[in-house]
């Protein structure tokens, strides 16, 4: 079994690490327009915020008859786990960026920098940290909710975990909930700590 | 108005320049005044009277509703704001150094935005640290955050300069230093002044700063030009706000 162990656990780092890899490239640079338009900010992230509440199991099912995004398997559980990462780096986006000093802003355009500049130079750097704080939340909470990507035939550490249940095996059980939590917290520390490095003094 | 020397020919005019916001306030009404090329003019008021918002019509980070400003002949309207920013060295409080970046890197900043070679800024930003005594091997590696607040000013200083503009807009610069500090870093700037004669525009509420780093003083109330001249003109004026800005400097 250790090797069953091993090979979903590989799969489910894989899961969360690409869905959360789609949530940053999308959710950054929403979050850049947002900052930019003002006027779509709550919409947007009223909307994301509504899809973040659907309970993860049911966000899997009705995933399940939706042609293209859907169906049975990897990646239906892949769009499901990036709906999740999305608002924590969106919201985390808008924030950081709304965070910038204006002062500094301001000094930056002073300075000659074009609005292009402006975001790569200024704002994203310095927004990093906190950036870096929502796909720290995306991930862990990503971690947690791939396991029910077993329910859809995504395989992953939920295998265990559902088939314990079954068997009402609590040894089948820990085989699949201990790896998750081990992963939670090592991505959690890991990424903590570049969050540190990034934040400006 | 009390004095119009004019020592070169005019680098930036305000011509009836004003700025009304689209709630009908006011900011800045009708102001007309020439810099002369070379001369050091302050703009001295209370809070609200208007001298940073002149100031910020300079670099065109504010465009004028009324009347135009012009920079080297030209309606700030019609330059390319970021050329125009980039041949205008900013200098404001502490705040402006960037957190992320080194001293080095800020110094840098405008060269690099131009796409100097980075040899080329690297050695310029040596030239600008020693310029404002923070020499480079010791400075540039480090952050703002580990510096006095002096020795910020003095790198926003040497950032200013760096690429070597030909006018230089100051908005109270040394306002957030103690007095010790602030008599030397005015003292420096007076010195740099005397041998760089750059255009400088220095915003400051402050009389006795404004007479020793500026030629020539702009009083500024409530959006309105009240006296324009040397300190010892203004000095003699009879003007009540003139003449409070010298009793609070005397205090």
Same mark, same amino acid.
């Given at each position: 079994m250790s090797a069953e162990i091993l090979t979903e656990t590989i799969h489910h780092v894989v899961l969360v690490g690409v869905s959360i890899a789609i949530a940053t490239a999308i959710g950054v640079p929403l979050g850049v327009f947002l900052t930019r338009r003002p006027a779509w900010s709550r919409l947007v992230l009223g909307v994301a915020g509504v899809l973040q509440t659907i309970p993860s199991l049911a966000l899997f099912g009705f995933l399940i008859p939706v042609p293209v995004i859907g169906g049975i398997g990897t990646r239906t559980a892949l769009v499901a786990l990036t709906v999740y990462g999305l608002l924590p780096v969106l919201r985390n986006t808008v924030t950081g960026i709304a965070g910038v000093d204006p002062a500094l802003r301001e000094a930056a355009r002073g300075m000659g920098m074009t609005d292009r500049q402006l975001l790569l130079r200024v704002e994203l750097p310095l927004a990093a940290s906190v950036i870096l704080a929502g796909i720290r939340v995306a991930t862990v909470i990503g971690i947690g909710v791939a396991t029910i990507a077993a329910a859809i035939g995504a395989g992953g550490l939920g295998v265990f975990i559902f088939r314990g249940v079954a068997m009402v095996d609590n040894r089948t059980i820990l085989a699949g909930a201990l790896p998750a939590a081990g992963l939670a917290v090592g991505a959690d520390l890991l990424l903590g700590a570049v969050e540190r490095r990034l934040r400006p003094r | 108005m009390l004095d119009a020397r004019v020592a070169g020919e005019p680098f930036v005019e305000f011509d009836g320049a004003g700025l009304r916001l689209p709630t009908g306030k006011t900011l800045l009404h009708d102001l007309s005044l020439a810099v002369p090329e070379g001369e050091t003019l302050a703009f001295i008021g209370? =809070? &609200? =009277? &208007?001298k940073t918002t002149a100031l910020k019509l300079v670099n065109a980070l504010l465009l004028p509703t009324d009347g135009e400003v012009r920079v080297a002949g030209q309606s700030t309207r019609t330059w390319d704001a970021i050329r125009l920013r980039r041949r205008t060295g900013w200098v404001i409080q502490e705040v402006g150094l960037f957190p992320h970046l080194s001293v080095g890197r800020n110094v840098g900043l405008v060269p690099e935005l131009e796409g100097w070679p980075a040899a080329r800024v690297g050695k310029r930003v040596e030239e600008m640290l020693e310029l404002v005594g923070l020499p480079a091997p010791e400075y540039a590696a480090r952050y703002p955050h580990q510096l006095s607040g002096g020795q910020r000013q003095r790198v926003g200083v040497a950032r200013a300069l760096a690429a070597d503009p030909p006018l230089l807009l100051l908005d109270?610069?040394? &306002?957030?230093?103690d007095p010790i500090t602030r008599a030397e870093l005015q003292r420096e700037f007076r010195g740099l002044q005397a041998r760089l004669k750059k255009t400088a525009i220095f915003v400051t509420h402050d009389m006795r700063e404004a007479a020793r780093v500026a030629d020539r003083i702009a009083l500024l109330a409530g959006g309105a030009l009240i006296a324009l001249g040397t300190a010892a003109t203004l000095r003699a004026s009879r003007d009540p706000e003139v003449h409070s800005f010298f009793e609070a400097g005397d205090t």
């Open positions: - | 209370r =809070s &609200g =009277s &208007g109270e610069p040394f &306002g957030a230093l």
